[in-house]
Structure formats: structure tokens, C-alpha cells
């Protein structure tokens, strides 16, 4: 989170709009990511703020960085002129506090930004008599296996001290002073000031014995172990900097060297040395090299993300998988990053089996899927268990290839604007695009629209309003744009182009002719049949 106390993160004034503007925040796993400072008591003196009176508005003290009011447009000194379309000029802050938290997982504001001298100028004047709420959510939690198991002594020419090693899941991630774990303390204070830190252990003017040095290595592990199982603290770039082993040399060539372990489809590891600053691409390839991918089999897989949700996200060939490595350790799991299929159009599966290690590499992430509910085999899953317990993966494949799900991809639940009440889940095959539409909470309702890949017009991605849209026209009706307001707008984007990229090729395969069998086929009569069951177009 953006530091209270300094200037930074301000705008500039050339930076600031004057205008009122209205931002959509979305509650993610740290909350909405901001905290709010005003007064306590109700009504005072007007203000001018931009040239314009008003009176005292609570305001934005804090940022979390990359949380969910950073990514909407929020900004350290923002005045909170409305909550969820109240007015709360001359609010209480207790007032403003209520209406933020009786919103749900959605929170709009309209808010107005102030320069840097304009906020001085507003905090000079203001009432002593004030308070503070923080919008991140402590309650998340999660137990990282995180540990200081010893200790060492390091000696160079200018002095000696002790360096206390830092481990997580059993591999050492890096090695800290006492004086850094304090300066740590200190700033995550100020990062999450409404936050109950534990104690550190207390400062020794003389040389501590190895007795001594041992109890403060425990103190710091338990210090780490009840900080980091706070999970926007954990997340936090404060903390992820001080866990990185990483010199200031070695962030400026980009040299440091580091193990990363990827789980494959059949389950196994594999542990790929790679640099810190490698992006996907540069960590794919490593990972192809080293596992002796056939080369024509490259295209069809790729790095994914294992999500605490019970889902995997492509990653884009810009992230730096290391990072998300460090930063999503789990008690239960070895990595987070994996190798899988990225393939939707059966077909071409189909040909790619000649290869021992794509097959192997589809049975195990089918038998994956089958488990976590992802393909549905209904009837057959008596079947199933049997062939995969008598290891016949070739007529595993056969019958799992038929069966409701297979070569699918589903989204977690969220929000939709052509749905009024509740959330949908998108999901792409091949053949076609459904919303299904489910509550809140994710509980799958009855009503399902279904889209045919040649009823798509447009389709892209807002980054502002971190939204995936799209454009689709049915018969002789005028085309219409629905928005998904998905974290994974992104994936869904990539998932829309490559199925896209696939059906060309079929269509190319036939010789620019669509048979019977293609994709692109569907029967309009039972898609529109649908589409009016849910009142056109509303879920």
C-alpha cells in the first residue's frame, strides 16, 4: 500500500482532473485495497477544492499497490464526494465507513483529485479530531510454510554480524539481518497502520550468545510466520521485496540465477534454473529444452497459473513467472506454476497423437479434470475409473473425449452487465460461448444463453474497467455489446483469439469449406430457442 505519509504517489498538477469523476471498484481477496481518513464529526466549514466549495470530504490516505481501488483508477488524496450514489459531503466518517462495507463486493465512488499542494493544503486545515478506516481485508488468511531454521555468521573487512536464513516449503528464499527484519516491522506499519502487529524481539546493545541468538531467531520465524499468514500483507510488495534474495547489482543486469519448479500433467516436477527477470516466453522455452518437447507439440501447450480458486490462468508472455512463484506458495502445494494443454479443437488433438508424451501428457490432464468436476462424464464415470485403474489410457482417452466438458474452459463467477441480479460463468468450447447464469455466491441457476462462434462480430479487452466485451448479432437484429467484468478479462480475450485462430484452420483444412462437422455449424433454430428462454438478453 502507497505510504500515508508520503508525497509520491500524488498527482502532479498537471496530472489532476478537476472534474468529479465515478470509479467502479471491484472487492478482491486483499478487500478494495484503500484507506479512508475524515473527520468524525458531522457537517463544518465549506472548502475550496479545485475552485470548487464544498464541505469536508473524507479522502483516500492510502493505496495498496496492484490492489483493487489501485487497478480502478484510485489515487492517494482522493475526495469522496459520493458512496454508492450518496452523497457524503460534511459526512461522518463512521457514516462513509457503513456505506463502504454494506456494498458488497462492489463499491462505487465519486471522487475528485487533488495536486500535491492542493492535499497540503487540505491536511493543514483539517480537524485533529479524525479517523481512519483501512478497505483491506486481515481477515483473509493463509498458512505459508515459512520458517527461519538457523542461522549464520558473516565477516568481511568493514565488520561481523549474523544473518538469519529465511525458508519457504523447504527451499531457502533469502538471508536477513536483525536490522532489516526492523526496518521491515517499521514500514509495514506505516503500509497497514490499522493492522495489530506482533512484537519483534527486542534490540541487545552487547554480543548475544549462541542461547540468546537462537531465541531470536525463533522470535523472528514466529514474527514472519503470523505476519505472512495475513494475506494482503503477505502480498504485499513490501514483504515480496524483502523475501527476494536480490542485490541491487543483480536488479540492474538481471543476472540472478534461480530454481523454479514447474508441475507437469503427469504430475511430476520439474525444476528449470532460470533468470529472476525471465519472462513466460523465455521460462517456456527453458522448460521445453529441458523436458525434450517434440517440437510440433510446442504450440499446443503452455504455462499456466494454478489459481487458489480451483482454477489455472494462461499467463501472458509478459509476466515473470518467478514472481508469481514467490508470491502464491501454499502449505499444500510445491508450485504454482504448470504446464498445460492449450488446445481447444479435437481434431488436431487427434493428430498429435503419434506422440508417446502427448498422450501421456493429455490422459493425465484429463484424469486432472475429470476429478475436479471440470468434464462431466455422467453415466460414464464408473467406466472411467476402471480403464484408469487398469492404466488403459488409449480407451480412457476414447471415452473421456465424448464426455460433457472435455477440451473446455470455465471461468470463475462474475459479474455481467446483460444480467441484473447475480453473477454468470463463461465458458468456450469449439462449438460455442455460454454464460450460465448463477448467484452470488457461484451456485449454478438454470437459465444458459449460448453463443455460435459466427455470431461474434467483436471482441475486446478494457483495461480501465478491467472488463472483457463483445459484440454479437443474431439474424436480423442489431448487434449488441455485453461486458464481463471478470479479473480474468485477459485470459478470456486469449481464449476468444485462439479458438478463433483454430476454427481458420479448420476452415482452411476443407479447403475454405465448412462441413457438417465444423464448428461453425450450428443449429440456429435450437441457439435462438435458448436465447428466448432467458428474455432476450437478460439473465
Not at 528449470?272 to 499446443?300: C, F, H, S, W
Not at 475429470?370 to 487398469?390: A, C, T
Request: hydrophobic residues 35%.
Amino acid at each position: 500500500m502507497a505510504d500515508s505519509g508520503g508525497e509520491e504517489d500524488l498527482p502532479s498538477p498537471d496530472q489532476v482532473s478537476t472534474k468529479p469523476r465515478v470509479v467502479t471498484i471491484y472487492k478482491t481477496d486483499t478487500g478494495f485495497g484503500f484507506n479512508v481518513r475524515g473527520q468524525v464529526s458531522e457537517g463544518g466549514q465549506l472548502r475550496s477544492i479545485n475552485g470548487q466549495l464544498y464541505a469536508p470530504l473524507q479522502h483516500v490516505s492510502a493505496v495498496l499497490e496492484g490492489g483493487a481501488a489501485h487497478k480502478a483508477g484510485i489515487q492517494r488524496g482522493d475526495r469522496i464526494l459520493e458512496v454508492n450514489n450518496e452523497n457524503v459531503e460534511g459526512a461522518t466518517h463512521k457514516r462513509v465507513v457503513d456505506l463502504i462495507k454494506s456494498g458488497g463486493d462492489a463499491l462505487t465512488l465519486k471522487v475528485v483529485s487533488v495536486s500535491r499542494k492542493e492535499a497540503a493544503r487540505l491536511d493543514a486545515q483539517g480537524d485533529d479530531n479524525s479517523a481512519s478506516y483501512a478497505c483491506v481485508d486481515y481477515s483473509e488468511k493463509r498458512a505459508l510454510p515459512i520458517s527461519i531454521p538457523d542461522y549464520r555468521m558473516i565477516e568481511n573487512s568493514a565488520e561481523k554480524f549474523v544473518v538469519y536464513n529465511i525458508y519457504m516449503a523447504g527451499r531457502q528464499l533469502c538471508a536477513r539481518r536483525y536490522r532489516e527484519f526492523s526496518n521491515l516491522h517499521q514500514t509495514l506499519k506505516r503500509e497497514f497502520p490499522e493492522f495489530p502487529f506482533p512484537k519483534m524481539p527486542g534490540k541487545w546493545p552487547f554480543t548475544l550468545s549462541e542461547q540468546q541468538l537462537d531465541a531470536r531467531r525463533r522470535g523472528l520465524e514466529q514474527y514472519l510466520e503470523k505476519v505472512c499468514s495475513i494475506r494482503a500483507i503477505a502480498e504485499s510488495d513490501v514483504m515480496q521485496e524483502f523475501l527476494a534474495d536480490i542485490t541491487e547489482k543483480d536488479v540492474n543486469s538481471g543476472t540472478a540465477e534461480v530454481d523454479l519448479r514447474v508441475l507437469l500433467p503427469d504430475r511430476s516436477t520439474l525444476t528449470v534454473t532460470i533468470r529472476r527477470n525471465n519472462n513466460t516466453d523465455q521460462v517456456y522455452d527453458a522448460v521445453v529444452d529441458k523436458l525434450g518437447l517434440d517440437e510440433e507439440l510446442l504450440p499446443y501447450f503452455g504455462l499456466f497459473e494454478i489459481m487458489d480458486t480451483n482454477f489455472e490462468r494462461k499467463l501472458v508472455p509478459t509476466e515473470f513467472p518467478h514472481n508469481l512463484y514467490i508470491q502464491n506458495y501454499t502449505a499444500a502445494a510445491t508450485t504454482c506454476i504448470a504446464l498445460r494443454k492449450w488446445l481447444f479443437d479435437l481434431q488436431r488433438e487427434l493428430q498429435l497423437t503419434h506422440l508417446d508424451m502427448a498422450n501421456t501428457f493429455f490422459y493425465w490432464q484429463a484424469v486432472d479434470d475429470v476429478g475436479k468436476g471440470r468434464i462431466r462424464p455422467g453415466d460414464h464415470i464408473y467406466e472411467l475409473k476402471s480403464l484408469q485403474d487398469r492404466g488403459k489410457k488409449q480407451e480412457y482417452l476414447k471415452l473421456v473425449r465424448k464426455c460433457e466438458g472435455y477440451n473446455e474452459i470455465a471461468f470463475p463467477h462474475c459479474p455481467c452487465d446483460s444480467r441484473k441480479k447475480g453473477h454468470v460463468i463463461v465458458a468456450l468450447t469449439i462449438e460455442h460461448f455460454t454464460l450460465t447464469a448463477c448467484t452470488d455466491e457461484g451456485e449454478p441457476e438454470s437459465q444458459v444463453i449460448t453463443f455460435s462462434w459466427e455470431e461474434m462480430t467483436q471482441w475486446e479487452v478494457d483495461d480501465e474497467g478491467m472488463a472483457f466485451c463483445f459484440q454479437y448479432q443474431r439474424g436480423e437484429k442489431k448487434p449488441r455489446w455485453v461486458r464481463i467484468f471478470s479479473p480474468h478479462f485477459v485470459y478470456i480475450f486469449d481464449c476468444f483469439e485462439r479458438i478463433v485462430q483454430e476454427l481458420g484452420t479448420v476452415t482452411a483444412a476443407n479447403g475454405g469449406q465448412e462441413d457438417d462437422s465444423s464448428p461453425m455449424k450450428v443449429d440456429a433454430k435450437k441457439s435462438e430457442k435458448v436465447f428466448e428462454t432467458i428474455n432476450d438478453p437478460d439473465l
